[in-house]
């Protein structure tokens, strides 16, 4: 009788599963996949961004019925774009904000 059964030898345990192996073209085609992914999520977020701060400043700074006076162009062009900017910079604070707590938490 051999002891290696006993005391849980190779042969008896369940194999540790090894990562698949990948050709190089294979890993082409993974890395342009992820690459296209991060594109469209990158669109989206940008599409998302612009139509919440026209929607927000908008509606905020232009009031109905739409005048076209001068003075009242001028103000509200000037509350859309002060808006806008504040919107943009809040925006890339939060994008900040969240970019550096991502990276500090441990992979998992």
């Known amino acids: 009788m051999a002891f290696g059964g006993l005391f849980g030898s190779s042969a008896s345990s369940s194999p540790v599963p090894q990562q698949p192996k990948f050709d190089s073209e294979t890993v082409a085609t993974i890395l342009e996949i992820q690459t296209k992914v991060q594109e469209e999520f990158a669109i989206n977020t940008a599409k998302t961004l612009v139509d919440h701060a026209t929607e927000q400043c908008?509606?905020?700074?232009?009031?109905?019925?739409?005048?076209?006076?001068?003075?009242?162009?001028a103000q509200d062009n000037n509350c859309?774009?002060?808006?806008?900017?504040?919107?943009?910079?809040?925006?890339?604070?939060?994008?900040?904000?969240?970019?550096?707590?991502?990276q500090q938490q441990p992979p998992n």
């Open 80 to 102: 859309v774009e002060s808006c806008l900017a504040k919107y943009l910079r809040s925006w890339n604070e939060i994008s900040k904000t969240y970019v550096g707590r991502l």
């Open 58 to 73: 908008f509606t905020k700074c232009l009031k109905a019925p739409y005048s076209v006076n001068s003075s009242s162009l």
